[in-house]
C-alpha cells in the first residue's frame, strides 16, 4: 500500500508518493511556473518549414511552439500521424499545403517546453477526465490496452458506445476508456462524458470570441491530479497540510471520484508534513551526484543534454563467498535503486546504465529481470533492451516535462556549468519553509534572514506577496539584510 503526502503553500504545491516508508516519486509544481501538457490554445501559424514538414505557432509564450505535420488533425486523413488512412498507397499530403503563415489554429500542448527547445504541439484535441479520454475531432470508441480478456473489452466498448450515442443524436465525439474505469458504473461514465463535453463546448465558444495567441483551455492543478492521475488501489491515505486545498480535493472527489473521498486526510500535526518520511532528505540525495547503496556499493549519475548515464560501483561491499557473488548482489540491489532513482529525479529520454560486468549469463539474466521487473512499476512508459556487446544496458523513458534537477537547480556561473546550486527562488521558498518551522517552535520579536543579494532581491520583489503573507499568518515582523559575499545557497536566519 502507498500514501500520498501533499505540502502545499500558495507558491509551490510538492507530492510524495511513499510506499513501505520510502519515497517512490516525487511531483513539484510551482504557481509561476505550471506545466502546459494539457493546455489548448488558440494559435497563430508564424512559419511553415517544408523541409522540415513542420510549422511553429505563437500560443504566447516566449518562444514559438512547435507543430509537426503528423500531429497535425487534417493531416490524419492523408496517412499520417496517429490515425492512418484505410488505403496506404495514398500519397502524404505536405504540411505547406495544410497550413499557412498568419492563420489561426485550435492546438494542444503534448510536450512542455525542456531547455532550448519550445513546447511541443497536436492540433488532434485530447481532454481527459477521471473515467474517459475525449477525442472531440474523432468518432474513435477505445479502451485502453492494460484492461484485461478481449470479451471484457469488447463488452465495454458496447457499454461505452451506447452511453455515447450516434452522432445524429448529438452523440460526437470519440472516448477512449482509460484503464482505472474498468469498473465503472454506467452513472459515473455518463458523468465524466457530460463533464467532458461541456468542457469542450467551452472551449470552442472561448475560440469564437478570442483572437489568437489565447489560452482556451487550462489543465487540472497538481492538487486535483494526484486523484485523477495518482490514487488506485493501493493509495491508503492522502494526506494535505493545507485546510483549503483540503475543501478543494474534497469537493472535487465528491463531484468526480466518490469512492476517494473516504482516504482524503487534512494533516494537522506540528511537524511539516514532509518530515514525516524525511522527503526533503530524500530532495537533497535526488539532486546529488551519487547515491549510496545499503551495500556499500553506490550509482553515479550524469545527465547530458542527450542523454543519461549511471554507473554502478561496488565501493566495500565484500561478498560471503566470492568476488563474483559481490558483483551480482550489488547489481541486484543497483537495479531497484536505479527504477527508485529514475522515478524520482524523473529522468526521461536515453538513459545507459553500466552495470558491473558479470561473468555468468545466469547473473546477467537475473539482474535484467530484476531491473524490468522494478520499472515495470513506473507511470511512465519505459522501453528496456538487453545488454549490449559491451555489457551496458540501453533504456528510453518517456520524457514530458523537466528532470528534478532542471526544476529545482541553474547551472552554475562560478564553475560554468559543471555543478549546480538551486534557483534564487528555490532558496526563497527554503527560506519561508525554514521561517514557518522556526515560528513553530520559537517566539522572537522578529524574523531576520541574510541572504545572498539576489535571493533578496527576489523576496522584495517577485516573492513579496508569499513573504507578506507568511508574516501576517505567523504574525512576527520578517526582515532582509543582503550579504554581497554570500553565494545564492547561503543564507542564515537571526532570531531577534
Same mark, same amino acid.
Given at each position: #500500500?502507498?500514501?500520498?503526502?501533499?505540502?502545499?503553500? =500558495?507558491?509551490?504545491?510538492?507530492?510524495?508518493?511513499?510506499?513501505?516508508?520510502?519515497?517512490?516519486?516525487?511531483?513539484? $509544481?510551482?504557481?509561476?511556473?505550471?506545466?502546459?501538457?494539457?493546455?489548448?490554445?488558440?494559435?497563430?501559424?508564424?512559419?511553415?518549414?517544408?523541409?522540415?514538414?513542420?510549422?511553429?505557432?505563437?500560443?504566447?509564450? $516566449?518562444?514559438?511552439?512547435?507543430?509537426?505535420?503528423?500531429?497535425?488533425?487534417?493531416?490524419?486523413?492523408?496517412?499520417?500521424?496517429?490515425?492512418?488512412?484505410?488505403?496506404?498507397?495514398?500519397?502524404?499530403?505536405?504540411?505547406?499545403?495544410?497550413?499557412?503563415?498568419?492563420?489561426?489554429? #485550435?492546438?494542444?500542448?503534448?510536450?512542455?517546453?525542456?531547455?532550448?527547445?519550445?513546447? &511541443?504541439?497536436?492540433? %488532434?484535441?485530447?481532454?481527459?477526465?477521471?473515467?474517459?479520454?475525449?477525442?472531440?475531432?474523432?468518432?474513435?470508441?477505445?479502451?485502453?490496452?492494460?484492461?484485461?480478456?478481449?470479451?471484457?473489452?469488447?463488452?465495454?466498448?458496447?457499454?461505452?458506445?451506447?452511453?455515447?450515442?450516434?452522432?445524429?443524436?448529438?452523440?460526437?465525439?470519440?472516448?477512449?476508456?482509460?484503464?482505472?474505469?474498468?469498473?465503472?458504473?454506467?452513472?459515473?461514465?455518463?458523468?465524466?462524458?457530460?463533464?467532458?463535453?461541456?468542457?469542450?463546448?467551452?472551449?470552442?465558444?472561448?475560440?469564437?470570441?478570442?483572437?489568437?495567441?489565447?489560452?482556451?483551455?487550462?489543465?487540472?492543478?497538481?492538487?486535483?491530479?494526484? *486523484?485523477?492521475?495518482?490514487?488506485?488501489?493501493?493509495?491508503?491515505?492522502?494526506?494535505?497540510?493545507?485546510?483549503?486545498?483540503?475543501?478543494?480535493?474534497?469537493?472535487?472527489?465528491?463531484?468526480?471520484? =466518490?469512492a476517494v473521498g473516504a482516504k482524503l486526510e487534512h494533516y494537522r500535526g506540528e511537524r511539516p508534513i514532509f518530515d514525516l518520511c524525511n522527503v526533503d532528505a530524500e530532495i537533497a540525495r535526488a539532486l546529488a551526484r551519487r547515491v549510496e547503496l545499503k551495500s556499500g556499493g553506490s550509482l553515479v549519475f550524469d545527465q547530458t543534454e542527450a542523454m543519461t548515464t549511471i554507473d554502478v560501483n561496488t565501493g566495500g561491499f565484500v561478498g560471503?563467498?566470492?568476488?563474483?557473488?559481490?558483483?551480482?548482489?550489488?547489481?541486484?540491489?543497483?537495479?531497484?535503486?536505479?527504477?527508485?532513482?529514475?522515478?524520482?529525479?524523473?529522468?526521461?529520454?536515453?538513459?545507459?546504465?553500466?552495470?558491473?560486468?558479470?561473468?555468468?549469463?545466469?547473473?546477467?539474466?537475473?539482474?535484467?529481470?530484476?531491473?524490468?521487473? %522494478? *520499472?515495470?512499476?513506473?507511470?511512465?512508459?519505459?522501453?528496456?533492451?538487453?545488454?549490449?556487446?559491451?555489457? *551496458?544496458? $540501453?533504456?528510453?523513458?518517456?520524457?514530458?516535462?523537466?528532470?528534478?534537477?532542471? #526544476?529545482?537547480?541553474?547551472?552554475?556561473?562560478?564553475?560554468?556549468?559543471?555543478?549546480?546550486?538551486?534557483?534564487? &527562488?528555490?532558496?526563497?521558498?527554503?527560506?519561508?519553509?525554514?521561517?514557518?518551522?522556526?515560528?513553530? %517552535?520559537?517566539?522572537?520579536?522578529?524574523?531576520?534572514?541574510?541572504?545572498?543579494?539576489?535571493?533578496?532581491? #527576489? *523576496?522584495?520583489? $517577485?516573492?513579496?506577496?508569499?513573504?507578506?503573507?507568511?508574516?501576517?499568518?505567523?504574525?512576527?515582523?520578517?526582515?532582509?539584510?543582503?550579504? =554581497?559575499?554570500?553565494?545564492?545557497?547561503?543564507?542564515?536566519?537571526?532570531?531577534?
Amino acid at each position: #500500500m502507498e500514501d500520498i503526502l501533499i505540502n502545499w503553500s =500558495p507558491q509551490e504545491t510538492r507530492v510524495a508518493v511513499v510506499e513501505g516508508g520510502a519515497v517512490q516519486e516525487l511531483h513539484i $509544481e510551482r504557481t509561476l511556473e505550471r506545466g502546459l501538457v494539457g493546455n489548448v490554445y488558440l494559435g497563430k501559424v508564424v512559419r511553415v518549414l517544408p523541409g522540415m514538414q513542420s510549422a511553429f505557432i505563437d500560443i504566447g509564450l $516566449e518562444r514559438a511552439a512547435f507543430l509537426h505535420v503528423a500531429d497535425l488533425h487534417s493531416a490524419a486523413q492523408f496517412g499520417h500521424g496517429r490515425h492512418h488512412g484505410a488505403h496506404g498507397d495514398v500519397p502524404p499530403t505536405p504540411i505547406e499545403r495544410l497550413v499557412f503563415e498568419g492563420q489561426p489554429l #485550435m492546438v494542444q500542448v503534448i510536450k512542455d517546453p525542456i531547455g532550448t527547445k519550445g513546447a &511541443r504541439l497536436s492540433s %488532434q484535441i485530447s481532454i481527459a477526465g477521471r473515467m474517459l479520454v475525449y477525442l472531440p475531432q474523432d468518432e474513435h470508441i477505445g479502451i485502453s490496452q492494460k484492461i484485461g480478456s478481449p470479451e471484457t473489452r469488447e463488452a465495454l466498448r458496447a457499454r461505452l458506445q451506447a452511453l455515447v450515442g450516434a452522432p445524429e443524436q448529438g452523440g460526437g465525439g470519440g472516448f477512449i476508456l482509460r484503464t482505472n474505469a474498468e469498473d465503472a458504473s454506467d452513472d459515473e461514465l455518463a458523468a465524466d462524458i457530460a463533464y467532458l463535453r461541456k468542457t469542450w463546448q467551452q472551449i470552442r465558444d472561448r475560440s469564437l470570441i478570442q483572437p489568437p495567441p489565447s489560452l482556451l483551455h487550462q489543465d487540472l492543478s497538481l492538487v486535483e491530479r494526484v *486523484l485523477r492521475d495518482l490514487t488506485c488501489e493501493r493509495t491508503s491515505a492522502i494526506r494535505i497540510d493545507s485546510r483549503a486545498q483540503y475543501e478543494v480535493l474534497r469537493q472535487f472527489a465528491e463531484t468526480f471520484m =466518490p469512492a476517494v473521498g473516504a482516504k482524503l486526510e487534512h494533516y494537522r500535526g506540528e511537524r511539516p508534513i514532509f518530515d514525516l518520511c524525511n522527503v526533503d532528505a530524500e530532495i537533497a540525495r535526488a539532486l546529488a551526484r551519487r547515491v549510496e547503496l545499503k551495500s556499500g556499493g553506490s550509482l553515479v549519475f550524469d545527465q547530458t543534454e542527450a542523454m543519461t548515464t549511471i554507473d554502478v560501483n561496488t565501493g566495500g561491499f565484500v561478498g560471503a563467498r566470492n568476488f563474483d557473488d559481490t558483483i551480482f548482489k550489488t547489481n541486484l540491489e543497483a537495479a531497484g535503486a536505479i527504477a527508485r532513482q529514475l522515478r524520482l529525479r524523473n529522468l526521461g529520454g536515453i538513459i545507459i546504465v553500466d552495470f558491473i560486468d558479470m561473468t555468468r549469463e545466469d547473473h546477467r539474466a537475473a539482474v535484467l529481470q530484476e531491473f524490468k521487473k %522494478q *520499472l515495470a512499476r513506473d507511470r511512465t512508459k519505459v522501453t528496456v533492451g538487453g545488454f549490449t556487446q559491451l555489457g *551496458l544496458v $540501453e533504456m528510453t523513458r518517456k520524457r514530458t516535462r523537466e528532470s528534478l534537477s532542471r #526544476m529545482l537547480c541553474e547551472p552554475c556561473p562560478t564553475c560554468e556549468g559543471r555543478g549546480q546550486v538551486k534557483t534564487a &527562488r528555490s532558496v526563497c521558498y527554503d527560506i519561508l519553509r525554514e521561517i514557518l518551522r522556526e515560528a513553530r %517552535q520559537f517566539s522572537p520579536r522578529e524574523f531576520r534572514v541574510v541572504a545572498a543579494a539576489n535571493v533578496v532581491e #527576489m *523576496l522584495l520583489d $517577485e516573492e513579496s506577496a508569499h513573504l507578506a503573507g507568511l508574516s501576517d499568518f505567523i504574525g512576527r515582523p520578517i526582515s532582509l539584510t543582503a550579504e =554581497p559575499t554570500n553565494q545564492t545557497e547561503h543564507y542564515d536566519i537571526v532570531l531577534l
